[in-house]
């Protein structure tokens, strides 16, 4: 199994950015996906997952709004699109794939993490 996550960068507060994560080693389409980020300093946060078909997204209560989980089965590749960006969500970014049917907030439920993008946003 293997994660490739990518789209990260130096942005400015306001900015948009679109995360990919491109999967390979498995049927990709037969697992839900997630996003999790982490500061310095802090715990790795749960953003949002996303069932193989690519149906029922869902969020933590803090990224409603601003965050879009999204997939291709077609290209084995799950995005993040994270719109207004301050610098709060400055962190390192990553895919990751379910398979413990462990709560989907939990990253307990996750065992093939993706190697992380960079986002920093300067104010």
């Known amino acids: 199994v293997q994660l490739q996550a990518s789209g990260g960068g130096l942005v400015q507060a306001g900015d948009s950015l679109r995360l990919s994560c491109v999967a390979s080693?498995?049927?990709?389409?037969?697992?839900?996906m997630a996003w999790f980020r982490q500061a310095p300093g802090k715990e790795r946060e749960f953003i949002a997952h996303?069932?193989?078909?690519?149906?029922?997204?869902y969020y933590a209560a803090s990224m409603k709004g601003r965050f879009t989980i999204s997939r291709d089965n077609t290209k084995s590749t799950v995005y993040l699109q994270i719109n207004s960006l301050t610098p709060e969500d400055t962190a390192v970014y990553y895919c990751a794939r379910r398979s413990i049917n462990y709560a989907l907030e939990s990253p307990d439920s996750y065992v093939d993490w993706g190697q992380g993008t960079q986002v920093t946003v300067s104010s």
């Open positions: 080693g498995f049927n990709f389409w037969n697992y839900g």
């Open positions: 996303i069932n193989g078909l690519g149906g029922n997204p």
